[in-house]
């Protein structure tokens, strides 16, 4: 994910460039980007260029996860949180923009 938020300073063709900061997806979804702060620091999560904790979002769709899969195997969440992008992004824009779509 392209960070609409921080820049980097990089070689590109032997010339110092000002680029956009690149994240990894959160849980694989593109248009999310999860920024790590280090240990010390709750990990957020960047959509549409805002952040916030990705616990926000996690923890909502954890409770989802054990409501609709009571029986599964907690190491099924990564998949389960993929399957329903829809939600995660439904629950991002209420999180950060305080509506849903």
Excluded: Q
Excluded at 52 to 57: A, E, G, K, P, R
Excluded at 58 to 79: A, I, Q
């Amino acid at each position: 994910m392209v960070s609409t938020m921080e820049n980097d300073l990089k070689m590109v063709d032997g010339t110092w460039k000002v680029v956009p900061k690149e994240f990894p997806n959160w849980y694989g979804i593109e248009e999310i980007g999860f920024v790590w702060h280090g240990n010390w620091a709750d990990p957020e999560i960047e959509y549409k260029g805002k952040r916030c904790s990705c616990f926000v979002v996690e923890d909502t769709m954890w409770e989802r996860f054990n409501e609709d899969c009571p029986d599964s195997d907690e190491n099924k969440f990564d998949e389960y949180v993929r399957e329903n992008k829809d939600c995660v992004i439904d629950l991002c824009e209420l999180a950060l923009f305080g509506k849903e779509i």
